[in-house]
């Protein structure tokens, strides 16, 4: 499976931006889909997830502000990202889980929020 970013960048605080990631091919299936972060000195962890029924995870200090959504019919999922913080900057990567525990990783893009 391979796991294609877009979106990212530098963005103000208070701002908001965008990203996507699409997976292919469309088969195996996927079991969940979402996005993961790393900000310098730290350990990677958990910023929004999906799983395939539906069901919706969030990592610390960005509920309420951040929202994980799929495209239907398609291993597509987007990350809205509003209100943004300083403490958001990371490198984001794109993450997808099959049925049988397999796990993918994108390349990862760098989100900067600064003024």
């Known amino acids: 499976v391979q796991l294609v970013e877009s979106g990212g960048g530098l963005v103000k605080p208070g701002g908001s931006l965008r990203r996507s990631c699409a997976a292919s091919p469309t088969t195996p299936p996927i079991f969940r889909m979402g996005w993961y972060r790393q900000a310098q000195g730290k350990q990677r962890g958990l910023v929004a997830a999906?799983?395939?029924?539906?069901?919706?995870s969030y990592g610390y200090n960005v509920e309420g502000r951040f929202t994980i959504s799929k495209e239907n019919d398609k291993n597509t999922v987007f990350l809205q990202m509003n209100n943004q913080k300083p403490e958001d900057t990371a490198v984001y990567y794109c993450?997808?889980?099959?049925?049988?525990?397999?796990?993918?990783w994108g390349r990862g893009t760098q989100v900067t929020v600064s003024s």
């Open positions: 993450h997808a889980e099959l049925y049988d525990g397999t796990t993918f």
């Open positions: 999906r799983t395939n029924d539906g069901g919706t």
